[in-house]
């Protein structure tokens, strides 16, 4: 079984800009949640969608947004880019609640922001 | 802010030795997940508790859930080089109608051979 992936690895961007980070869940997997690690806050919860629905957000500005398709693949979006944001972005899925069920996390993007 | 505390956030064993990285929280918790996360690796899901009090062991590990359901900690016993990396815990906690779960900050555990 294909574990879940993101797309793509690394990316190099700049302040103002726009990006859109990719996720594939495991097969059969509708729970997607998204995280920011970074070395000083460890792992931050972003959202989560279940089903093509947000279900549920952390506190990360509006500039951070985020959907999933109806085949559980999701996609998030941040936009004027701040060098702050500079992270590595997981993704994890579980077949429900993604807070009583293991996540499975991908091997993550990493962004830069020059 | 943060609910999940964890503490040690770095500790160096020689290996052999054993190791605890302990979590706290302000809240009761649903359940607490465990993931280790290797270096340049992601994290990757250890052992789910729930019920108070809950003991569980895969092998040289061991996880407690406190009798309150506000903390937990994993054991190591005979640390292992193969044992490197960051311990996270993750507590189920109520985030307005839904629950979500919270990440303590992890320890990182470095094992001297």
């Known amino acids: 079984k294909a574990g879940v992936t993101q797309t793509p690895r690394y990316l190099i961007k700049t302040r103002g800009q726009q990006v859109t980070l990719s996720c594939s869940p495991i097969?059969?997997?509708?729970?997607v949640s998204w995280y920011q690690q970074t070395p000083g806050q460890g792992l931050q919860f972003l959202f989560e969608?279940?089903?093509?629905?947000?279900?549920n957000k952390g506190n990360f500005p509006g500039r951070f947004s985020g959907r999933q398709f109806s085949n559980s693949r999701s996609e998030m979006n941040v936009s004027t880019l701040e060098l702050g944001d500079s992270a590595l972005y997981l993704c994890?899925?579980?077949?429900?609640?993604?807070?009583?069920?293991?996540?499975?996390f991908g091997d993550g993007t990493r962004l830069s922001i020059l | 802010g943060q609910q999940v505390m964890q503490i040690p956030q770095y500790q160096h064993v020689q290996e052999g030795e054993d190791f605890t990285t302990y979590c706290n929280s302000s809240?009761?918790?649903?359940?607490i997940q465990w993931y280790k996360q290797r270096p340049g690796g992601h994290p990757v899901f250890l052992i789910q508790l729930v019920k108070s009090g809950e003991v569980k062991k895969q092998k040289r590990l061991t996880f407690q859930f406190g009798e309150a359901k506000k903390n937990s900690s994993l054991h190591i016993t005979a640390t292992q080089t193969t044992d490197v990396g960051t311990y996270f815990c993750a507590g189920r906690v109520r985030g307005g109608s839904n629950y979500k779960l919270t990440f303590g900050k992890g320890t990182l555990l470095t094992v001297n051979p």
């Open positions: 809240t009761t918790l649903s359940n």
């Open positions: 994890a899925s579980s077949l429900g609640d993604s807070s009583n069920q293991p996540q499975h």
């Open positions: 097969s059969g997997h509708r729970s």
């Open positions: 969608y279940f089903s093509e629905t947000q279900r």
